[in-house]
């Protein structure tokens, strides 16, 4: 954790849980970190160089469109091709495979059903290095390994230790949803990584603010509702971010609205510890309307240029998609636009802008209703997400004989190879005790630090709770990862303490702290076969199968 500010506290301050006075304000934001930023960036980058190594490693195996990868690898290629998505005929992936990459498209847009950003990245991927299984996938991989960079950043930033932010990172690369979604084509790895850098900057501006506030009232005592600053650069790039999020899926909307709200209270928080009063009112104000500019405001207009590809064919989808059984849902009427005589200049991208309001409309639609009646060999309730309740093959390989592709199953058994979206046991399971402890020392300790995780997992988790009703699975929790492991960091630098003395208690803090992490890496290294489609014995295989839920 970040080393105390050794200050001498004044008169009158309030006092943290453990009874010691706390200093100015002025002095909290000053307070410099112990490692020289060389060194951080240099444990940064090599945290994540591992990552990106590790998930490199047979990066085209299984080879073979596997789960979901179906729609999003042929989608991006469309997008990257032709500027929108086509449709494809019923074989398109038979010929994929045998390496046609033009014989199977049709001549109207596809109903894609989830924003564009993280196809137009596996399409990067696919043009750089071919429409095969490593082209589709390669994106995907250096998302995971820059998701990872962030988390160490983020990790560092809260608790002004190098060493805790490196845990954070390995952490991460060691868990086995995102080491399999980082080399999958599919969208939640994207989502995942916006988000997360998201966040970063909403933390980043907190510091950034108070830090701000510091230089300008440098007698530690705000007057009148404090200064106005305007210029907040930290939340400028966050609106990116979240635009980037929601363009990859919907689902970061409830972090921008959580984090925007938390971006208004340590703003206010800030004030009040130098001295303003009606500090949350007047925060609103100063600080709260620009961040609602920064945050949603440049978050839509980012949102809305993903869709460029979209806008610019958006005749296309008026001919086509403008009068469906989405459309029809419920009494819904087709899109005028679609009968409308076609508009030049400013009135042209006016025209497009309401087509494509339209087209949101019928995938709302889509998502909430059209969906209620289907199942999933492998969907999950979302309330046993963090006890791992259900996990998702994606890829299998089953019955392979003795004697044959190198099986050594004794006579009557068989062999199997297997892709299981799964996280790391221990690693998740610990990280719930850590959420836990995380909220209690949240309120205990009035720490903020411990609010982020908590906050964080809260709200890429309980609203998939509103949609049980229809498949839904269990990466979709990867938006709670960084949480998770975010939680348990903060978590073992308390066991560990600020105190660098030897004592009994700060050895017995490093002992379980240290074994935790070498259990999580023992752990992650038993399960790697059945996350990189390694040929076990079905005996072998069982081992890792602990629950019957997760066959």
């Known amino acids: 954790m970040s080393a105390p500010v050794t200050e001498r506290p004044v008169a009158g301050l309030s006092r943290t849980a453990a009874g010691r006075g706390v200093p100015l304000a002025r002095l909290r934001a000053t307070a410099q970190q112990l490692?020289?930023?060389?060194?951080?960036?240099?444990?940064?980058?090599?945290?994540?160089?591992?990552?990106?190594?590790?998930?490199?490693?047979?990066?085209?195996?299984?080879?073979?469109?596997?789960?979901?990868?179906?729609?999003?690898?042929?989608?991006?290629?469309?997008?990257?091709?032709?500027?929108?998505?086509?449709?494809?005929?019923?074989?398109?992936?038979?010929?994929?495979?045998?390496?046609?990459?033009?014989?199977?498209?049709?001549?109207?847009?596809?109903?894609?059903?989830?924003?564009?950003?993280?196809?137009?990245?596996?399409?990067?991927?696919?043009?750089?290095?071919?429409?095969?299984?490593?082209?589709?996938?390669?994106?995907?991989?250096?998302?995971?390994?820059?998701?990872?960079?962030?988390?160490?950043?983020?990790?560092?930033?809260?608790?002004?230790?190098?060493?805790?932010?490196?845990?954070?990172?390995?952490?991460?690369?060691?868990?086995?949803?995102?080491?399999?979604?980082?080399?999958?084509?599919?969208?939640?790895?994207?989502?995942?990584?916006?988000?997360?850098?998201?966040?970063?900057?909403?933390?980043?501006?907190?510091?950034?603010?108070?830090?701000?506030?510091?230089?300008?009232?440098?007698?530690?005592?705000?007057?009148?509702?404090?200064?106005?600053l305007l210029w907040r650069p930290w939340l400028l790039t966050g609106g990116v971010m979240f635009g980037l999020a929601i363009g990859s899926k919907w689902t970061a909307l409830y972090v921008l609205a959580a984090f925007g709200v938390l971006a208004w209270l340590w703003s206010a928080g800030a004030r009040r510890s130098f001295g303003v009063r009606w500090a949350l009112p007047r925060s609103a104000v100063l600080d709260g309307i620009p961040a609602f500019g920064y945050l949603v405001v440049v978050g839509a207009l980012v949102y809305t240029a993903t869709w460029a590809g979209w806008l610019a064919n958006a005749d296309q989808y008026e001919q086509h998609l403008s009068d469906t059984q989405y459309t029809q849902y419920d009494g819904g009427k087709p899109w005028p636009t679609a009968s409308e005589p076609d508009a030049d200049g400013l009135g042209e991208v006016w025209q497009s802008l309401r087509s494509l309001a339209h087209y949101h409309r019928d995938v709302y639609v889509f998502h909430t209703h059209f969906l209620d009646d289907s199942d999933h060999t492998y969907q999950s309730m979302p309330s046993g997400w963090l006890l791992l309740n259900r996990p998702v093959g994606v890829s299998a390989d089953t019955d392979i004989q003795p004697g044959t592709q190198g099986c050594d199953a004794p006579e009557g058994s068989d062999c199997l190879r297997q892709v299981l979206l799964l996280g790391t046991p221990v690693l998740w399971w610990g990280g719930c005790l850590a959420l836990i402890a995380s909220a209690v020392l949240w309120v205990g300790r009035r720490d903020w630090r411990f609010g982020v995780p908590v906050v964080g997992t809260l709200v890429t988790w309980l609203p998939w709770l509103a949609n049980d009703d229809r498949p839904i699975f269990l990466f979709y929790a990867i938006m709670c990862v960084p949480f998770l492991v975010l939680a348990t960091t903060l978590v073992m630098g308390v066991l560990i303490g600020d105190d660098r003395t030897p004592s009994p208690r700060r050895t017995a803090g490093v002992v379980v702290a240290g074994a935790w992490f070498v259990l999580v890496l023992v752990n992650f290294a038993w399960f790697w076969p059945i996350w990189t489609n390694q040929l076990l014995t079905h005996a072998e295989w069982a081992d890792r199968i602990w629950f019957t839920r997760w066959i």
């Open 35 to 228: 490692e020289r930023p060389w060194v951080g960036w240099a444990a940064s980058v090599a945290v994540a160089l591992l990552a990106l190594g590790m998930r490199l490693w047979h990066l085209g195996r299984p080879d073979e469109l596997a789960f979901d990868e179906t729609y999003y690898a042929k989608d991006a290629w469309s997008l990257v091709n032709h500027g929108y998505v086509l449709k494809y005929v019923e074989d398109a992936d038979k010929l994929i495979l045998q390496g046609d990459t033009r014989g199977f498209w049709q001549d109207e847009p596809s109903m894609a059903v989830h924003p564009d950003v993280g196809k137009w990245l596996i399409g990067l991927g696919e043009k750089l290095f071919g429409l095969d299984p490593t082209g589709w996938r390669v994106a995907s991989v250096v998302a995971g390994a820059l998701m990872v960079l962030v988390m160490v950043r983020l990790a560092r930033r809260i608790t002004g230790s190098t060493m805790l932010g490196v845990v954070a990172g390995l952490l991460l690369s060691f868990d086995g949803l995102h080491f399999v979604l980082s080399r999958l084509a599919l969208l939640d790895i994207f989502v995942a990584l916006f988000t997360l850098c998201a966040v970063h900057c909403v933390v980043a501006d907190r510091q950034w603010f108070r830090a701000r506030l510091a230089e300008r009232v440098p007698d530690g005592v705000g007057r009148g509702g404090g200064p106005r």
